[in-house]
Nanobody, 124 residues
Framework: QVQLVESGGDSVQAGGSLRLSCAVF?????????MGWFRQAPGKEREGIAG???????FYADTVKGRFTISRDNAKNTVYLQMNNLKPEDTAVYYC?????????????????WGQGTQVTVSS
């Protein structure tokens, strides 16, 4: 059974930084799967913000490009999201997604597996 476990969410002030981690357990050869990060703010749909391929190619939503960086460590079965210059509008629950099955990399339906989410709150 595949499990994705996010960590690193916190409350920070605008302009601050956080690094989220997503560890993957069980039944999945991590290095062969593309991964992604999504977020969902209250009252809004879940949106894709970053993706990374098996070869390290990265993809970003315009809202986070230049501020967020996705990376992966295949030896640790972990994907990261470094978030800099955080803004109040970045406040959301952040989800890790794995097992990309083709299609647009920042689309919810493109991924098989999901974590439970970690809360990020940015105050002004």
């Amino acid at each position: 059974q595949v499990q994705l476990v996010e960590s690193g969410g916190d409350s920070v002030q605008a302009g601050g930084s956080l690094r989220l981690s997503c560890a993957v357990f069980g039944g999945l050869t991590f290095s062969t799967y593309s991964m992604g990060w999504f977020r969902q703010a209250p009252g809004k749909e879940r949106e894709g913000i970053a993706g990374i391929s098996t070869t390290g190619d990265t993809f970003y939503a315009d809202t986070v490009k230049g501020r967020f960086t996705i990376s992966r460590d295949n030896a640790k079965n972990t994907v990261y999201l470094q978030m800099n210059n955080l803004k109040p509008e970045d406040t959301a629950v952040y989800y890790c997604a794995g097992g990309w099955r083709g299609g647009f990399r920042l689309y919810v339906g493109s991924y098989r597996y999901w974590g439970q989410g970690t809360q990020v709150t940015v105050s002004s």
